[in-house]
């Protein structure tokens, strides 16, 4: 593997347009940690139950900043924008968040939906863009969204507009300074050519982001990663990009031929992955985020897991303690 400081910087691409002055991520003063998030309310009740020790560990991910996701155009998504944003203002701190409901999501998988056609989602972004706007934030688009262009998932005229949206929101969240926008990028074991993976990105017009992102609700080791994200970077003028760590201290499951889906569906023996800091030693990569919610499903993929999206106690507890 070809890891990030072996090889000299290329020289990064000439921009047309004027770059607005704004934080970098590793100036910023951290990332917001809500205090009612589910770990917290989850441990508070375990403590009064004189469940202690699941409680402390369950801490570990309590307060740990982790993204928060927007799926959805239920009436309150824009009010719980507005809290996110004014409450990570007021400590001072930096917001992560994930639109996440592109025109058909996940191809009608564990998180399938998104928005109805182009024009909700282009309605949707500017909505959620204006609350995040003036704000200092962090935005992960849309993930799963470009490789699922490239493995045939999404194919003709519903992946020309989706990369069309994708440019166009990425455009909108960067009309004011401060909020930085990382197009996501899959994961080191999805897309293997990094050539095709680099070719969409740039196609989705992450050259208007702040770079792209990888291993989100996934659990690929940080280190192939690295290896795998310097090499998409290459290719597009040494641009930077984060790594979701939330679960990958344990690296991913085995792939079971019989049973793919649970390499990736809640697997068993996963565990906390490095702390997200914006110090990450390592050149091009800006920032270790937990952009996966720790203990939140991947999905009804087995007897007793919800479905995607919503707290699981147990597996929280597992990730925390393995």
Not at 268 to 280: D, F, V, Y
Not at 292 to 307: F, I, V
Request: glycine share 12%.
């Amino acid at each position: 593997m070809v890891l990030a400081g072996c090889t000299s910087e290329p020289t990064p691409p000439a921009r047309t347009e004027t770059p607005q002055a704004r934080p970098t991520v590793t100036e910023s003063a951290g990332f917001f940690v809500e205090p009612d998030a589910p770990a917290a309310q989850q441990a508070a009740a375990w403590e009064a139950a004189g469940r202690n020790a699941d409680a402390e560990a369950l801490r570990r991910i309590a307060e740990s900043p982790a993204a928060v996701w927007f799926a959805d155009a239920n009436p309150g998504y824009r009010e719980r924008a507005q809290r996110l944003v004014a409450s990570a203002a007021a400590a001072g701190r930096t917001a992560v968040l994930v639109p996440y409901w592109v025109p058909q999501r996940d191809c009608g998988g564990h998180s399938g939906g998104g928005a109805p056609d182009g024009a909700a989602y282009r309605a949707w972004i500017a909505d959620l863009a204006g609350v995040v706007r003036g704000h200092e934030a962090i935005v992960v688009l849309e993930p799963d969204a470009v490789p699922h262009v490239l493995d045939g998932c999404v194919t003709g005229e519903t992946a020309r507009e989706r990369m069309t949206l994708l440019g166009e929101a990425i455009g909108t969240f960067k009309q004011g300074p401060g909020v930085r926008v990382y197009l996501d990028a899959g994961n080191p074991g999805w897309i293997k050519d990094v050539d095709r993976v680099a070719g969409a990105l740039d196609d989705a017009g992450v050259r208007r982001a702040d770079g792209f992102s990888l291993n989100v609700a996934n659990f690929e080791t940080t280190e192939a990663n690295v290896a795998y994200g310097t090499a998409v970077s290459d290719r597009l003028g040494g641009m930077p990009f984060v790594i979701d760590t939330s679960r990958n201290g344990n690296g991913p499951a085995p792939v079971d031929a019989r049973d793919a889906e649970g390499h990736w569906c809640n697997p068993p023996g996963r565990a906390l992955g490095p702390a997200p800091t914006a110090e990450t030693g390592t050149p091009r990569v800006d920032a270790y985020l937990w952009v996966k919610r720790p203990g939140e499903s991947d999905g009804a993929c087995l007897p007793d897991a919800p479905p995607a999206g919503q707290w699981w106690p147990e597996y929280a507890l597992g990730l925390a303690t393995n």
